[in-house]
Nanobody, 123 residues
Framework: VQLQASGGGLVQAGGSLRLSCAASGRTFSRYVMGWFRQAPEKEREFVAAIRWSGGSTYYLDSVKGRFTISRDNAKNTVYLQMNSLKPEDTAVYYC?????????????????WGQGTLVTVSS
């Protein structure tokens, strides 16, 4: 299983970025796909998740209304559209896949991880 994250970069506060996570190696129809982030000297934090089957979504309270997680079944890719970015959103963002799907906000329950992509929001 491989998860390839991309799309990070430097953006000014109020700007937007779209992260992508290309998944390969198996069928992900029963999986939950998540995005986490880790800022310097902070613990890894849940950001958003989506059930591949059905499309139910979940968000960290502080990103609700600004971030949108979605999936493209044909491309086996999950996206995180980030709008109205704030300096406190600065972090390395990771995508992950969980087979069980009941604990979408717990990073320890995820089975596969992609490499991180750095998002820097300047004030």
């Amino acid at each position: 299983v491989q998860l390839q994250a991309s799309g990070g970069g430097l953006v000014q506060a109020g700007g937007s970025l779209r992260l992508s996570c290309a998944a390969s190696g198996r069928t992900f129809s029963r999986y939950v796909m998540g995005w986490f982030r880790q800022a310097p000297e902070k613990e890894r934090e849940f950001v958003a998740a989506i059930r591949w089957s059905g499309g139910s979504t979940y968000y960290l309270d502080s990103v609700k209304g600004r971030f949108t997680i979605s999936r493209d079944n044909a491309k086996n890719t999950v996206y995180l559209q980030m709008n109205s970015l704030k300096p406190e959103d600065t972090a390395v963002y990771y995508c992950a896949a969980q087979r069980v799907g009941d604990y979408y906000s717990d990073y320890a329950e995820y089975d596969y991880w992609g490499q991180g992509t750095l998002v820097t929001v300047s004030s």
